[in-house]
């Protein structure tokens, strides 16, 4: 119940400076599974409530979504496939979640993944797997 309070308390808060409420998200941290935040047994890493900040709020990395950007840099993250049967000069359309890179490492090596990885593949990068819908008719 303390939880829940808190987190309204963080939702009603508006700072008296700029007149704008500095958060965009407030989550417990069992909901925050869905940004990939779980899996400590030690409760050490992730606390019970999880936030982020809305700009111009914060500004170091991990207090922001990784879509924030500010005047001189932004929280996006950037990932590069190169070498042989990789689709060159191609920029996906897909999200790649830090999870899928396992995944497709080992599918790069020909080994199975770890039984528990929870990523996918990221066919879409390969040349064997991308159909040109251009060409379908």
Known sequence: MIIEKIIACLQAYVDERTGLQPYNL???RKDARYLGLYGDP?????????????EPFGGTHGE?????????????SIF?????????????????WLTDVT???CYILDVPPPKDAEGAIIYQAFEDFYIDDSKIK
């Open 64 to 76: 922001q979504l990784s879509t924030a950007s500010m005047s001189l840099s932004s929280m996006g």
């Open 26 to 28: 407030v989550l417990r």
């Open 42 to 54: 030690t409760r050490k890493k992730i606390g019970d409530i999880v936030f982020t900040f809305k």
């Open 103 to 105: 995944p497709t490492i």
């Open 80 to 96: 590069v496939m190169w070498g042989a049967g990789i689709r060159k000069g191609v920029v996906l359309e897909r999200n790649v």
